[in-house]
Every structure is written in structure tokens, then in C-alpha cells.
Antibody, heavy 122, light 110 residues
């Protein structure tokens, strides 16, 4: 069974940083493309970024609002994906979900974690 | 700034049929955007329903179907049930490793 477990969220002041983790199990993590999707309180889903498998280059892409402030990485030896969030703004307050991504000719988010909450407030 | 549009809300009677749509602020949605659909109830993680326009995800009942209707992607629920009352989100793949979600549709079954 695929399991994705996010952690690392919390309360942080504007301008601060956090590192979120997504621990994966039940599938071949090293072959998987992964993504982060966030949801502000009472709002819709917003795609944050994606990392390809190392086999496919390990490249990352980001949504415009987070580009340059957020960094996705992965440690295949630990079956874990990370999201480093810097220069946080109040509008980054959201539940952050990780998901597996089926790329190539499918391009969708297949499995989802339960999320970790980031609150940016002074 | 790409805008993906969805109806903010919709209602359907139990047993009825409802079609939710997913459009582009400018332009037409085609299969080239690989539209996918997700169901989310408050406090829960999203659940994948439909991908690649019309393929149901594993375990999704066949009362959910996806298509292209005119210039939009569409999610049709046939024979709506009470537990279909949820928020539904579409997402389009814009190419270049970029996805854009629609604002979501809150579906009420009453």
C-alpha cells in the first residue's frame, strides 16, 4: 500500500524558513516523480512544484509564486522528499500535501499524503 | 497568468446527473492539457478521480466519468449519491512541468 507522510510544518514568523518532509513507502520511490500541492485555509488547491526521478534527470519545476523561495529535493536512500521553504510570507500559510506524479503522457497526481500545516504569522 | 475556471458551486438531487466543467480563461481545453479531477471533503486529503481526460482512477465508481465538452473538460456524476457531496478540483498540465488547478466546485447533493 502506498503511504505518504508529511511532517515539518508549524508556526513560523514572516521571513522565516522551514523544511517539510514527505516520507514514502509501498512503492519504488527512486523511480517516482513527486510533487507538492498546497491549500490555504478555506481555499482551493495550488500546485507548488515537482521533482523528477534521478533517472529522468531529477529536475525541478515550480509555480511562479514560490519560485526562488522554495526548493524541492529528494533523498532516495531515505525514500523521502523535502520542501525547503524560505522567505515565508503570510500568504504561504497552507496545508502542504505531497503526492506522487505520473508524468509522460498522463501528467496527474496519483497518490496523496494527509498534509502538514504551515502557519506564517507574527 | 493562466486561469483555470470552474463553477464555484453546483447542486444536484440524489440520483440525478450533474456535469462540472473546467475551462481556460483564454483558449480551449483539449486532451493535450491532460485534465484530471480530484474530490476533496473538508479536512481530508484530495482523492484522485479521473486522469488523462477520461480514465478513472483505481476504485472510483463508474458513475464518475470525464470528457471534453465543447471547449472545456467535464466531470459527470451519474446517479449522484449523498456522499458525493464534496469539493471537486480540476487541474490542467500547461507543459514545461507546470500544472494549474481550477478554483474548485462545491457540490451539494440535496
Amino acid at each position: 500500500e502506498v503511504q505518504l507522510v508529511e511532517s515539518g510544518g508549524g508556526l513560523v514568523k514572516p521571513g522565516g524558513s522551514l523544511r517539510l518532509s514527505c516520507a514514502a513507502s509501498g512503492f519504488a520511490f527512486s523511480n517516482a516523480w513527486m510533487s507538492w500541492v498546497r491549500q490555504a485555509p478555506g481555499k482551493g488547491l495550488e500546485w507548488v512544484g515537482r521533482i523528477k526521478s534521478k533517472t529522468d534527470g531529477g529536475t525541478t519545476d515550480y509555480a511562479a509564486p514560490v519560485k526562488g523561495r522554495f526548493t524541492i529535493s529528494r533523498d532516495d536512500s531515505q525514500n523521502t522528499m523535502y520542501l525547503q521553504v524560505n522567505s515565508l510570507k503570510t500568504e504561504d500559510t497552507a496545508m502542504y500535501y505531497c503526492s506522487t506524479v505520473r508524468g509522460s503522457n498522463l501528467q496527474y497526481f496519483q497518490h496523496w499524503g494527509q498534509g502538514t500545516l504551515v502557519t506564517v504569522s507574527s | 497568468q493562466t486561469v483555470v475556471t470552474q463553477e464555484p458551486s453546483f447542486s444536484v438531487s440524489p440520483g440525478g446527473t450533474v456535469t462540472l466543467t473546467c475551462g481556460l480563461g483564454s483558449g480551449s481545453v483539449s486532451t493535450s492539457y491532460y485534465p484530471s479531477w480530484y474530490q476533496q471533503t473538508p479536512g481530508q486529503a484530495p482523492r484522485t478521480l479521473i486522469y488523462n481526460t477520461n480514465t478513472r482512477s483505481s476504485g472510483v465508481p463508474d458513475r464518475f466519468s470525464g470528457s471534453i465538452l465543447g471547449n472545456k473538460a467535464a466531470l459527470t456524476i451519474t446517479g449522484a449519491q449523498a456522499d458525493d457531496e464534496s469539493n471537486y478540483f480540476c487541474v490542467l498540465y500547461m507543459g514545461g512541468g507546470i500544472w494549474v488547478f481550477g478554483g474548485g466546485t462545491k457540490l451539494t447533493v440535496l
